[in-house]
């Protein structure tokens, strides 16, 4: 089978509109989410990552002086345009594209038409600006469509449908968004707290990113980081809930370890799902356990950037891509003490570890999980 690489990447977020901006901001341990006043959004203050209009605009206007894009429409063709500008030898065109978002263009519906409010308006719009002779595929899988889009492409490569893929997510901070979570009593009065026992909530946030996967090692530029294994399942538990017993999330785990070759304990570093919200992070916790991982470090970054939906699993790949390039870990942020009936291993403060493996998870509505193996070649 072949081994797919994670070549390059680009982030655009609250902490920054490059990658290397944001890995700078997590070492600093500075959050995305702040008091968020802003009628357009909701009525009353709440806490939340949002990337600000006019530095977007500003960024934006380096590409293209066209007005005619939406907010995450800017996001995201911002975001490829920087890691085609930094990988001159990446022809989308030539590309497999996929694009993961769960409510796309979802503000559209406020408006005049709610033409863009269809997810294959987004998929339209990348296919014009980039002259793209295929349409992209849309991936929407509620909040595992991120991880769930690079395991796509993986299968893409390894199916020999193309050589090389770019993966592409994003969503909006949105009314839409923040009122289901509102209705659930599920969003935390303050930045949220994965894991700690005195978590209240989700901290919901946006963001775009995308990533380029390739078969030839050729445009391998840094580390060789490779996706070894994946795998997503289903615990039919409840259209919200997910599993008390943590099954599907377990058997993702399970599955991708097998594809990739290897045994539990020989991951070294778990970026979790870790929404903050009472039942997502037992189950995880459950999950882990199960697997025999309760010793492995965890983290969950949605203290950095809020929970960005389709962008947060591809997201959360990109940042453990580099943490394996630079043997490095950060801190769970907003966690004080464990708050979960099964021990699991939260990291407190950043530090330097010797990595080769990391596991990526990713839960959402629907029951639906999924597992990344993510590895660094060692010689």
Not at 51 to 75: F, G, P, Q
Not at 86 to 103: A, F, Q, R, Y
Not at 106 to 118: H, T
Not at 145 to 151: D, M, N, Q, V
Request: glycine fraction near 8%.
């Amino acid at each position: 089978m072949k081994k797919v690489y994670l070549i390059a990447d680009n982030i655009i977020s609250p902490l920054g509109f490059s990658t290397e901006e944001n890995i700078e901001n997590l070492r600093l341990n500075k959050t995305g989410i702040k008091k968020v006043d802003d009628d357009d959004i909701w009525s009353k203050p709440f806490f939340g990552a949002v990337i600000d209009n006019d530095k977007l605009s500003v960024a934006w206007n380096t590409i293209s002086n066209d007005s005619v894009y939406t907010k995450l429409e800017k996001m995201m063709l911002l975001s490829v345009s920087k890691l085609l500008t930094e990988n001159p030898s990446l022809d989308i065109t030539k590309c497999g594209v996929i694009i993961s978002t769960t409510k796309g263009n979802i503000n559209s519906l406020r408006g005049d038409s709610d033409e863009k409010a269809y997810l294959a308006s987004i998929s339209k719009t990348v296919q014009r600006y980039f002259k793209l002779d295929h349409t992209p595929v849309i991936l929407s899988n509620a909040c595992i469509s991120g991880g769930l889009a690079l395991a796509v492409g993986k299968r893409m490569i390894q199916s020999e449908l193309f050589e090389d893929v770019v993966v592409i997510g994003g969503d909006l901070l949105s009314e839409f968004t923040l009122s289901g979570f509102f209705s659930f009593q599920a969003v935390s009065t303050a930045p949220c707290k994965p894991f700690c026992k005195n978590r209240t909530g989700i901290s919901l946030g946006e963001a775009a990113a995308s990533a380029w996967l390739s078969s030839n090692k050729k445009n391998v530029t840094e580390e060789a980081i490779s996706i070894t294994g994946d795998a997503s399942a289903n615990d039919a538990n409840h259209i919200s809930g997910p599993s008390r017993t943590g099954e599907g999330l377990f058997i993702s785990i399970t599955k991708a370890l097998k594809e990739a070759g290897i045994e539990s304990n020989q991951i070294d570093y778990i970026t979790a799902h870790g929404t903050a919200t009472p039942y997502n992070d037992e189950m995880e916790a459950i999950a882990f356990n199960r697997a025999g991982m309760k010793s492995v470090p965890i983290n969950s970054l949605k203290g950095y950037y809020g929970h960005t939906l389709g962008a947060s699993a591809l997201i959360e790949s990109i940042i453990a891509r580099h943490c394996l390039i630079n043997n490095e870990l950060f801190a769970s942020l907003g966690f004080e003490e464990l708050g979960v009936s099964e021990p699991i291993n939260v990291i407190d403060k950043n530090h330097k570890k010797e990595l080769k493996r990391v596991l990526k998870t990713a839960s959402g509505f629907g029951g639906c999980n999924v597992a990344l193996i993510i590895e660094k070649e060692v010689s």
